[in-house]
């Protein structure tokens, strides 16, 4: 997830809960999105973009016994930078298994030891200057028909932007669809919602029970929520955050 420092500036009203837009977007099932027969392929560009991105679609496909590829392109290992609390020793115990993850996909009742999981181990902050690489990475595990979801390559972000140019130009290359999913674009102030391309935008609804679970999922990334302010660092994914995700759906740029 990106540093909440990132964020200074971003008050409300910002798009997600402003955007008059967001009542007009067409609804799509998930059978609509991804065929029968074709693999969801996630591609999440740091730990805990799994569930702030598509929680819910993972959920939705779980629940229709849908085998889906997850492939987290880094392990978070800069997150925390001068912190006496999250020093490199103690991340490398949380997350290069990562142990964060594993409990929040749990959370969501998705059992990881069913779940095909491919890890990029690519630099955090650092994608763009490797982002031949990933997209030959990320080709190397796509199979033609796949249905492949990046973060939006316009997202604000420069590895959730990288993320998705290298898996959309993979998924060209292979022959699989890609679909984009918006998350730090959606607390952009309410006056750049013409950036958004509403045009394709689509709605996954979530029920009352899918939501609460996407939302007591991203609980699992302690090492995300709790700052330290007697250190002067702000937790990475501040309470707005958490607030977006209490929204009944998801959007996706198809």
């Given at each position: 997830m990106k540093p909440a420092s990132r964020l200074h500036g971003r008050?409300?009203?910002?798009?997600?809960?402003?955007?008059?837009?967001?009542?007009?977007?067409?609804?799509?099932?998930?059978?609509?999105?991804?065929?029968?027969?074709?693999?969801?392929?996630?591609?999440?560009?740091?730990?805990?973009?799994?569930?702030?991105?598509?929680?819910?679609?993972?959920?939705?496909l779980n629940n229709l016994n849908r085998p889906v590829l997850l492939i987290s392109v880094t392990d978070g290992a800069l997150s925390h930078p001068g912190s006496p609390l999250w020093a490199d020793e103690r991340l490398r115990t949380?997350?290069?298994?990562p142990q964060e993850s594993v409990d929040a996909l749990g959370r969501l009742g998705i059992a990881t030891h069913g779940l095909q999981w491919?890890?990029?181990?690519?630099?955090?902050k650092a994608l763009a200057e490797h982002e031949v690489e990933l997209a030959a990475f990320i080709g190397r595990h796509l199979r033609p028909g796949d249905v492949v979801f990046g973060t939006w390559r316009k997202d604000g972000d420069s590895d959730h932007d990288t993320v998705g140019r290298a898996g959309a130009l993979?998924?060209?290359?292979?022959?699989?669809?890609?679909?984009?999913?918006?998350?730090?674009?959606?607390?952009?102030?309410?006056?750049?919602?013409?950036?958004?391309?509403?045009?394709?935008?689509?709605?996954?609804?979530?029920?009352?029970?899918?939501?609460?679970?996407?939302?007591?999922?991203m609980y699992a990334y302690a090492s995300q929520l709790n700052g330290e302010p007697a250190n002067g660092i702000a937790p990475l994914v501040p309470r707005v955050i958490l607030d977006r995700m209490g929204m009944p759906y998801e959007i996706v740029f198809i």
């Open positions: 008050q409300h009203p910002q798009i997600w809960n402003s955007a008059a837009q967001l009542a007009d977007i067409p609804i799509i099932s998930t059978q609509t999105l991804i065929p029968a027969g074709a693999r969801p392929v996630i591609l999440a560009p740091h730990p805990g973009d799994e569930i702030g991105a598509c929680g819910g679609l993972l959920q939705l949380q997350r290069p298994h491919v890890r990029g181990g690519f630099p955090e993979a998924a060209d290359e292979i022959g699989a669809a890609f679909n984009e999913l918006p998350v730090w674009a959606w607390h952009w102030p309410v006056r750049e919602q013409n950036k958004i391309p509403w045009h394709r935008a689509r709605k996954l609804r979530l029920d009352v029970w899918t939501t609460a679970r996407k939302r007591h999922a």
